[in-house]
């Protein structure tokens, strides 16, 4: 089964660090990473996304970096806020014909004030 | 304004009983989703629908039924086959060919 492996499942980081959350996949046929957001009782929204032609995508303080030898990928939010504080999920799919989405399992984070 | 709607936000059922989720678009997207939620368990694929009158099991379809009879909706039958129904249930929209998928609100269902 596709899979795409997310850590951590948690994550608590003081107002103004860096957050820095992971994920590794294993289909090679993967071409578009995705990162999506989530509040409580919310749906998920797109975030920020990437394909794999580029090694780093940045915007604002949200920033993807690729790996693609590796097949890993991580999101970092800069000088993170307590409105930072979701479910952060990563997925990846094939975008040949209508590719569905492999998500990961989610990191809670946390920003204290 | 454009998007995507679920209801209920919540809906309860007693064990036994089938649950109709809705879920209805106005983004004229050609592909719908609906995705199953738990807590540490991300998404999960339920079914999914590329164009109206077709439609494709995802990862857990066991104890699930679907239609598309219009473009716009794509509800969610809940069976008394699903041996653990409650969860958060997500459904979310794409054009065709596209790859950002919108998602709604999300439904809380509880079976008792």
């Known amino acids: 089964q596709q899979q795409v492996k997310q850590s951590p499942q948690s994550l608590i980081v003081q107002k103004g660090g860096i957050s820095i959350i992971n994920c590794a996949y294993e289909n090679t046929a993967f071409d578009y990473f995705p990162w999506y957001q989530q509040f409580p009782g919310k749906g998920p929204a797109l975030l920020i996304a990437i394909r794999p032609d580029v090694s780093e995508k940045k915007e604002g303080r949200f920033t993807i970096s690729f790996n693609k030898s590796a097949k890993q990928f991580s999101l970092h939010i800069m000088d993170s806020q307590p409105g930072d504080s979701a479910t952060y999920f990563c997925?990846?799919?094939?975008?040949?014909?209508?590719?569905?989405?492999?998500f990961g399992k989610g990191t809670m984070l946390l920003v204290s004030p | 304004d454009g998007g995507i709607t679920q209801s209920p936000k919540y809906l309860f059922r007693k064990e036994g009983q089938n649950v109709t989720l809705s879920c209805e678009q106005n983004?004229?997207?050609?592909?719908m989703y609906w995705y199953r939620q738990d807590p540490g368990q991300g998404l999960r694929l339920i079914y999914y629908?590329?164009?109206?009158?077709?439609?494709q099991k995802g990862d857990i379809a066991e104890g699930y039924s679907v239609s598309r009879e219009k473009k716009e909706s794509f509800p969610l039958t809940v069976t008394s086959a699903q041996k653990n129904p409650t969860a958060f249930y997500l459904c979310?929209?794409?054009?065709?060919?596209?790859?950002?998928?919108?998602f709604g609100p999300g439904t809380r269902l509880t079976v008792t």
């Open positions: 983004l004229n997207h050609d592909a």
């Open positions: 629908s590329q164009i109206v009158n077709d439609f």
């Open positions: 979310a929209s794409t054009v065709a060919g596209g790859y950002e998928q919108y």
């Open positions: 997925a990846a799919s094939n975008l040949v014909g209508y590719s569905t989405l492999t």
